[in-house]
């Protein structure tokens, strides 16, 4: 409110206020006129208590008289108390004026004081009322009138049924605060918008479409109120699908990573990717993000999907689509199951102890090994588990643990071009340790009669491989005779057993 305003207020109040405080002070001369010089001459007597007494003889145009003089003391008394409360009133609307232009100046709960502002003057009428009223007509009673008359209970209670039904549900969300200016809330079945004002007729929520609604309060206080508070930081879910030959950790990483420096998005607590459902189409994904403004959940919502799209667009990731695999058991698409193994072949060549190898054995050994992915965490071989396999990892990193003093100690880290199970494969024993996966890995299973054919032609492989099982047993601190190296030792060289073991000539 602007200055120019409060001063024309405070101007108008003053004269408001001269005008009435005159009439006021003039009505008792009136009063004193007309009981001494116009009553006398009728020959009336006004008793001090307004009550109007014959003093002649002539008692027909003097009961007349007398009633027309009641009426024009009671004009009198009327107006006074007409002309007191308009005072009252005068004086609460400019405190209350001063108090919300200067005390709560700015304040944001502004409209929800204001019903309290309401509350607290109809109060002070009502009682500035009975004072008033019984300073001028001390011999009615008016609290009966109050008390007393059903009739006017009724009459009134249904006149103002909806009012007083809002008024007291106003009453009743003020004391409760569920929500106040500034909060977003969806009523149900309503709608959804960034709370304006709260009265005590009712609540204006301004909607996501600019519209205005107003809501009286006594039907909110039979709705479901979802409220998104203002100051805090509300959750907003943003779903997605994928295509499922695409794996979880890639889509979560890629997601995570497109969403860091979206604005309006919390940096804290950090974003929830994770998987809703496997739909018919794709894996059904939702990110779950707190908003810092909620006001501006839309714009964010839709800001987040088209990182998204970005990220996926880089990391070559498809939003799933309706889709039909068709599966032709005895066709054979031409290349792409060749084009794999060759692939695989190429990757298996870079392990150093499979460089001597040649490209018929490689692809061997791509075509006779299974890939497999791991989730990060996943455990690929446990501690005491048969296993006559080795694995190459070809993607991604795992950690060697074995069960420590206290917890779980990490003696070993593995990544691409590793191998890691050539112990239990050698020599047949339970695995020496577990191995579990670092980040998501992809990893080449290779069974032991495919390794067992390439011994024969490729001595050197097996040796290879048993030096570096040598040079890693001492890491494990195992006791004796708990791998089968130790019982090889002792039966001879460690080679000769394997060979043995593998049925292969000295
Ligand atoms: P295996 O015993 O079959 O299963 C557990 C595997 O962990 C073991 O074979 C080795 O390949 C591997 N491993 C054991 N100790 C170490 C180590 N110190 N460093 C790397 N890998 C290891």
Redesign the pocket.
Known sequence: MSNSTGRRKVAFFVIFTAAILLVIFLIPFVEAFVREQVATRFGLVITADGKVLSASENAGSGLVSATAFELIINIFRLLKVFLLMALVIAIVRLIAFAIFSTALRGAEKLEIASLAKTVFSVVIYIVSFFIIFQSQYPNVQLAPLFTGSTIIGIVVGLALQDTLGNLFAGIALQADQPFQVGDVISISNRGTGVVESVSWRGVRVRTFQQKLMVISNSVLGKETIEVAPRDGLNARLVFFNTLYRISPARTTNAVQEAIRNVENVARKPVPIVRIRGLGESGIDWEVKYWCEDYRRYNETDALVRERIWYAFNREGIDFAFPTRTLRIESGHVAGSEDQIVMATATMIGRVPIFEPLSSDELAQIAQESEHRVFARGETI?RQGSD?DSMFIILRGSVR?QVPGEKKTKT??R?RSNDF??????LTGEP???T?AAEDETEVLEIKKETLASLFVTNPGLMEAIAAIAEL?RP??EVGPDTIGFEKAAKEGTVLNSLRRFFGLKH
């Open positions: 071989v296993g060697v003696i070993g593995l890691f199970g050539e112990m239990g494969l695995r020496s340790a191995v890693r890491t494990l």
